[in-house]
């Protein structure tokens, strides 16, 4: 069920896009609970329980900037203003109720698909 406010295409567009990318859901209740950034992340010696794949902070950055295009992450705020660590958002928490386990990892075929309308121009 969407929540007050939440599109129901964004919250599909969410949940179809979650199991393309490399992220363990041990990654979203992280962020749930504390801000991480893309240095941060790499950084960790915990990373395999946050990503399917070892990543650089350019490519977690990558994806950080697509859930946050999706709805799913937000950057976070400090008194000087955005910073480059994330957050869950309310929505995220929603898309991650689909799944009571770990999230399931999308066939190959269905990844492709997702990059290429993750990448295709907007009009």
């Known amino acids: ?22 992220f363990r859901r041990g990654f979203y209740e992280t962020v749930g609970r504390q801000p991480l950034s893309s240095k941060e992340l790499v950084s960790r010696d915990d990373w ?3 990503s ?19 709805g799913v992450l937000r950057r976070e705020v400090d008194g000087q203003g955005l910073t480059e660590r994330v957050r869950l958002t309310p929505m995220g928490r929603q898309v991650l109720h689909a799944w009571p386990a770990e999230i399931p990892r999308a ?10 309308r993750r ?3 907007r009009c």
């Open 119 to 121: 990448r295709r121009p």
């Open 107 to 116: 066939g190959r075929r269905q990844r492709i698909l997702e990059g290429l």
């Open 48 to 50: 395999p329980r946050l």
């Open 1 to 22: 069920m969407a929540m007050a406010g939440t599109d129901p295409r964004s919250l599909a567009r969410a949940t179809r896009s979650l199991p393309c990318l490399p």
């Open 52 to 70: 399917f794949q070892p990543l650089t902070a350019e490519r977690a950055e990558d994806h950080f900037l697509w859930l946050i295009r999706l």
